[in-house]
């Protein structure tokens, strides 16, 4: 293969890897502001909260615990390992094309 489409496909790699970084650092910034009880008036916290529940709809409310912050820990938290996990390997395979 040219070198050409080996640096494309490196790049597509490092986009997708980023992109699951940034969507993890959403899950992750919602759980933290949670845990420390951010205002939800304020209209950066519901922003976050918002990207949040979007790319978390899948798994926000699979466990039932009893406690409400486990259940948010839990739901956004697996979201998180769950975009980092398979965005880095998608962007592992496009690298070593």
């Known amino acids: 293969m040219s070198p050409r489409y080996h640096n494309g496909a ?8 980023i992109v699951a970084d940034v969507m993890a650092l959403f899950l992750g910034l919602w759980i933290l502001m949670y845990l420390l009880d951010a205002n939800r008036a304020n209209d950066f916290v519901q922003f976050v909260h918002d990207v949040a529940r979007r790319l978390a709809g899948w798994s926000h409310d699979l466990f039932t615990f009893d406690e409400e912050w486990a259940r948010v820990v839990s739901g956004y938290g697996l979201a998180a390992v769950v975009y980092l996990f398979v965005g880095h390997a998608v962007a592992g395979r496009l690298h070593r094309r």
Do not use: I, L
Request: avoid cysteine; glycine fraction near 12%; charge should be positive.
């Open 10 to 17: 490196s790049q597509a790699g490092r986009v997708v890897a």
